[in-house]
């Protein structure tokens, strides 16, 4: 990653969850005068150390490995320049955009944008779980198809996605004890994974900033904060197309005249049948149960 910080006025950051667009926001902000853009899904010291033991875990497999160790050193250069500008070593105005976005819409992108690492994985649980064998797609399918009605045995079992969110903070694997996920570590990391929306501005958002949702003002376009050094936002994937615009127009800065379009999953492998799989009935149950959460109740979901 390449500094050059130094001859630009706003240091955005788009700190997120990951398959919100922000490869797009990102790629938009950087071509305005005054601006340097980078993102980020991870930030501060604490949480850099956090992710430690979860890259080199023995079990994480090749893929996973080469991947979150690039996103590690990148989100240590970006935690450093906050920290610079958080100690007035450069001009730079810091501003964090963030982004929701509807759960299970979130869960089928990420598991599109990673389905390299995850049809093994899948594949396996597929086999273990009914799913007969045939051609990798429809394996895959309605191995997706068998894990989304599991996943919901499991938050129906644990009275809710919250609650259950909670179990596995306190509990770790115990909770998967008498489910399809017992046992195995690489489905868990799945089911983690589909449930990190739910707690990711309690657990990475609020802890890295110092900030949490219910300090910032609801406005028009989404969540707003402003203090002596930094602008916040945080603003519905499903609304960028037209509040991202509106904020840099509120805030009297340059502005574009449409959004990039960057890393779209949707030609990515098994694209396709992930999509079916998540209108399956199974599915859109996972869908209820993920709408009684409070992250959806918050961002209207």
């Known amino acids: 990653?390449?500094?050059?910080?130094?001859?630009?006025?706003?240091?955005?950051?788009?700190?997120?969850?990951?398959?919100?667009?922000s490869t797009s926001i990102v790629a938009t902000l950087d071509e305005l005068p005054g601006f340097t853009a980078v993102q980020s899904h991870f930030?501060?010291?604490?949480i850099l150390k956090d992710i430690i033991p979860t890259i080199t875990n023995a079990d994480v497999t090749s893929y996973f490995f080469k991947h979150q160790l690039g996103q590690f050193i990148d989100n240590m250069h970006v935690t450093r320049q906050i920290n610079m500008i958080r100690a007035g070593k450069t001009p730079n105005r810091l501003m964090i955009i963030s982004l929701s976005r509807d759960p299970l819409e979130w869960f089928r992108s990420?598991?599109?944008?990673?389905?390299?690492?995850?049809a093994p994985?899948?594949?396996?649980?597929?086999?273990?779980n009914g799913v007969p064998e045939g051609a990798e797609s429809d394996v895959i399918e309605g191995a997706l198809e068998k894990f989304a009605e599991k996943a919901a045995d499991v938050i129906e079992t644990t009275d809710g996605v919250d609650a259950l969110v909670r179990t596995l903070e306190t509990t770790g694997a115990g909770a998967f004890r008498g489910t399809a996920f017992q046992g195995n570590v690489q489905t868990q990391k799945i089911f983690r994974m589909m449930l990190r929306p739910f707690n990711w501005f309690d657990k990475h958002f609020a802890v890295s900033l110092g900030l949490t949702l219910e300090q910032m003002e609801k406005t028009d376009l989404g969540l707003e904060y402003s203090d002596d050094i930094a602008d916040y936002v945080v603003l519905r994937y499903e609304?960028?197309?037209?509040?991202?615009?509106?904020?840099?127009?509120k805030m009297d800065l340059p502005v574009y005249d449409e959004l990039l379009r960057k890393n779209d999953s949707t030609s990515k492998q098994f694209a396709d049948e992930t999509k079916r799989a998540m209108k399956s009935a199974s599915g859109q149950r996972l869908n209820a149960l993920f709408a009684q959460s409070r992250y959806s109740r918050a961002f209207g979901y």
Do not use: C, P
Not at 43 to 46: T, Y
């Open 121 to 128: 994985i899948l594949h396996n649980f597929g086999l273990k």
């Open 239 to 249: 609304d960028i197309a037209t509040t991202l615009r509106a904020y840099l127009e």
């Open 110 to 118: 990420s598991l599109v944008q990673d389905m390299e690492g995850y």
């Open 1 to 21: 990653m390449t500094d050059n910080t130094e001859a630009k006025s706003v240091y955005a950051v788009v700190y997120q969850i990951g398959k919100v667009g």
């Open 43 to 46: 930030l501060g010291e604490d």
